[in-house]
């Protein structure tokens, strides 16, 4: 079947920032601070013990923060909350060679984003990228979803709204277990943006940066 739509994670995937990753941890940290009394090395040792328990329950790589907060008492709208007061534009640089392989691809197929970022946050990161809302036909954000990725429901809001066959879709993201293993089980294609290769039955194609997938996307039809 041919491919008609493109779907993205945002945060590791459209753009690769570790200063904004701390900007959130640290604020989801305060937050896990004030609600648990705990500080310093005592809370460090808190999340350490949750990321653990995430890890044995299948995330081999970084869980999702949303799964870690929730694991940690905090609700969603503290979550989000307290990660929304840091602006993307802080940390998050224009990226034109982005902007113009997503127009190109645009030409061809349908785009999506499928993000847990909420849709304050993603506005902000698509500002900082230099990229208009209008590339994207679908935006699914923390705000329209009621169980986020790796929820297999998330994955199918997506199909629903472009209006395609999962085989005709391909997910783009940087973590196996939360963007690209739930998108397999229900019959999408899947890349993963690494700079190490993958060994995973869950991932068809790796790439560095999203720009390549331009002249790769025929390897995967
Ligand atoms: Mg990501």
Do not use: C, W
Request: aromatic fraction near 4%.
């Amino acid at each position: 079947m041919p491919i008609r739509a493109l779907v993205f994670d945002v945060e590791g995937t459209l753009f690769k920032s570790k200063s904004l990753t701390d900007a959130y941890r640290n604020q989801v940290l305060k937050l896990v601070s004030e609600k648990s009394g705990l500080n310093g090395e005592a809370l460090l040792k808190e999340v350490r013990r949750v990321i653990s328990e995430l890890r044995r329950e299948g995330y081999d790589q970084r869980p999702p923060s949303t799964l870690i907060a929730e694991r940690l008492g905090v609700t969603r709208e503290e979550f989000y909350r307290a990660i929304d007061e840091v602006n993307p534009g802080d940390h998050v640089k224009p990226d034109p060679e982005l902007v113009s392989a997503l127009k190109e691809m645009k030409r061809t197929f349908k785009l999506a984003v499928l993000t847990n970022l909420s849709r304050k946050g993603l506005t902000g990161v698509l500002r900082a990228l230099g990229l208009s809302e209008d590339v994207f036909d679908v935006m699914l954000t923390a705000d329209d979803l009621e169980a986020l990725k790796p929820h297999i429901s998330a994955f199918k809001r997506v199909l629903e709204a472009l209006k395609v066959n999962p085989e005709e879709v391909v997910m783009v993201g940087d973590i196996v277990a939360s963007d690209l293993a739930p998108a397999k089980i229900l019959g999408m294609k899947t890349v993963l943006v690494s700079d190490e290769p993958a060994n995973s039955p869950h991932v068809d194609l790796t790439v560095k940066h999203v720009a390549e997938l331009k002249n790769k996307i025929s390897l995967l039809q």
